[in-house]
């Protein structure tokens, strides 16, 4: 806004421009804040996120008291078992992933983005920053909540483990950073090709049907290839006990790290393309 100021010895005034500020990674962070929770399906995407995480976590659960002692042994797992929802809760996730980004492009809202905030690297970083607090916090809550109410069921077989049992709260915690990894992979694909459906289709591809032909496959490769499946890889981290049999799978944390390699190259490829690509 300009403002006027009275020259010396004369009586009109003459205009002098307010400084200013460049456009700062702050000012994009309460940008994209303000974006992401003025939008209505973000709401409604979180809720049915929570809803069937742990919905399906209680149906599972009910599941094992059904069976009673015929679940019990050395593969039985209760942490994991309550956590079960996660499983589709990881495409929920990757829906709002994928919008968080393609959602400008649909609308033509990136150019205004872009012209409030010229500088594109501060542009995605504030993206990934605030989307990532929103999935991980959500998911954490879920992964909680899922433990909790799904121990409560098992409770009354005398199947459940506490937060203070070995592994126990590193699989629940592992829960909520499994889900912001999933939505984390489906913004950098959504990055990448712009194109909402299209970053959906292939999160999905990548989360949950590379996961189902793998079991297509001859036992021999399934050997070499199962445990660097996407879900497979990260799934490690919310559980507490060790798959039985074969293929030996990645240990909790190194199977995470694994996942999370996904994503960042996912992420890596959206930005280069980002940055070199006009809007």
């Given at each position: 806004?300009?403002?006027?100021?009275?020259?010396?010895?004369?009586?009109?005034?003459?205009?002098?421009?307010?400084?200013?500020?460049?456009?700062?990674?702050?000012?994009?962070?309460?940008?994209?804040?303000?974006?992401?929770?003025?939008?209505?399906?973000?709401?409604?995407?979180?809720?049915?996120?929570?809803?069937?995480?742990?919905?399906?976590?209680?149906?599972?659960?009910?599941?094992?008291?059904?069976?009673?002692?015929?679940?019990?042994?050395?593969?039985?797992?209760?942490?994991?078992?309550?956590?079960?929802?996660?499983?589709?809760?990881?495409?929920?996730?990757?829906?709002?992933?994928?919008?968080?980004?393609?959602?400008?492009?649909?609308?033509?809202?990136?150019?205004?983005?872009?012209?409030?905030?010229?500088?594109?690297?501060?542009?995605?970083?504030?993206?990934?920053?605030?989307?990532?607090?929103?999935?991980?916090?959500?998911?954490?809550?879920?992964?909680?909540?899922?433990?909790?109410?799904?121990?409560?069921?098992?409770?009354?077989?005398?199947?459940?483990?506490?937060?203070?049992?070995?592994?126990?709260?590193?699989?629940?915690?592992?829960?909520?950073?499994?889900?912001?990894?999933?939505?984390?992979?489906?913004?950098?694909?959504?990055?990448?090709?712009?194109?909402?459906?299209?970053?959906?289709?292939?999160?999905?591809?990548?989360?949950?049907?590379?996961f189902v032909l793998i079991n297509f496959l001859p036992s021999s490769w399934q050997n070499h290839v199962d445990k660097w499946i996407p879900f497979n890889a990260g799934s490690q981290i919310w559980s507490t006990v060790?798959?039985?049999?074969?293929?030996?799978?990645?240990?909790?944390?190194?199977?995470?790290?694994?996942?999370?390699?996904?994503?960042?190259?996912?992420?890596?490829?959206?930005?280069?393309?980002?940055?070199?690509?006009?809007?």
């Open positions: 806004m300009a403002t006027t100021t009275q020259l010396p010895g004369s009586s009109a005034p003459a205009l002098r421009s307010a400084p200013s500020g460049r456009a700062g990674f702050l000012g994009a962070l309460r940008s994209e804040f303000t974006k992401i929770r003025s939008v209505r399906s973000t709401y409604w995407t979180l809720i049915a996120l929570v809803v069937v995480t742990i919905g399906i976590g209680a149906l599972a659960c009910v599941g094992a008291v059904s069976r009673g002692s015929d679940v019990r042994g050395p593969g039985f797992d209760a942490t994991q078992r309550s956590l079960a929802g996660l499983i589709l809760g990881q495409l929920i996730i990757t829906v709002l992933g994928a919008l968080t980004v393609t959602s400008e492009y649909s609308t033509g809202m990136i150019r205004t983005s872009l012209t409030v905030q010229p500088r594109r690297g501060t542009l995605l970083a504030a993206k990934g920053v605030v989307f990532t607090l929103v999935s991980l916090v959500t998911g954490l809550v879920a992964s909680f909540v899922s433990f909790f109410i799904g121990q409560a069921i098992l409770s009354s077989k005398h199947l459940d483990v506490s937060l203070g049992d070995p592994n126990v709260l590193r699989a629940v915690i592992g829960g909520g950073l499994f889900l912001a990894v999933c939505g984390m992979l489906a913004f950098g694909l959504g990055t990448l090709l712009r194109h909402t459906a299209g970053a959906i289709t292939a999160s999905i591809g990548l989360l949950f049907v590379l060790a798959p039985q049999g074969n293929p030996p799978m990645f240990s909790p944390w190194t199977g995470f790290a694994v996942f999370t390699a996904y994503a960042v190259i996912a992420i890596a490829a959206g930005a280069f393309v980002f940055l070199k690509r006009d809007a």
